[in-house]
């Protein structure tokens, strides 16, 4: 049984910054990809930052590209998100999310597995 178990939010200043850890348990054994997704109220579900499991190559969108950067520890079965220069903007749940299947990494339904998510919030 696949878990995908997020932390590390919480309430910071803008310009902080936070370190948010998926522990995951489980996984397929030939798992691609994890990826980490936000949603904030009232807004779909947005791409933040991609990690290959096997070649550890990394994928992230222009809003975040600089600032976060994710990482892997396949020993520990552990991705986390480095995340700095926090901006209110950057507001959201945070879900780590896991696929076994080929694909661009950066859209929500290429993933099979989901986390239960964490707050972030980043006050100006």
């Known amino acids: 049984q696949v878990q995908l178990v997020e932390s590390g939010g919480g309430l910071v200043q803008a310009g902080a910054s936070l370190r948010l850890s998926c522990a995951a348990s489980?996984?397929?054994?030939?798992?691609?990809?994890i990826g980490w997704f936000r949603q904030a109220p009232g807004k779909e579900r947005e791409f933040v930052a991609a990690?290959?499991?096997?070649?550890?190559?990394?994928y992230y969108p222009d809003s975040v590209k600089g600032r976060f950067t994710i990482s892997r520890d396949n020993a520990k079965n552990t991705i986390s998100l480095q995340m700095n220069s926090l901006k209110p903007e950057d507001t959201a749940v945070y879900y780590c999310?896991?696929?076994?299947?080929?694909?661009?990494?950066?859209?929500?339904?290429?993933?099979?597995?989901w986390g239960q998510g964490t707050q972030v919030t980043v006050s100006s």
């Open positions: 489980g996984l397929p054994f030939a798992v691609k990809a």
């Open positions: 999310a896991a696929t076994y299947r080929w694909g661009t990494y950066r859209v929500s339904n290429e993933y099979d597995y």
């Open positions: 990690i290959t499991w096997s070649g550890g190559s990394t």
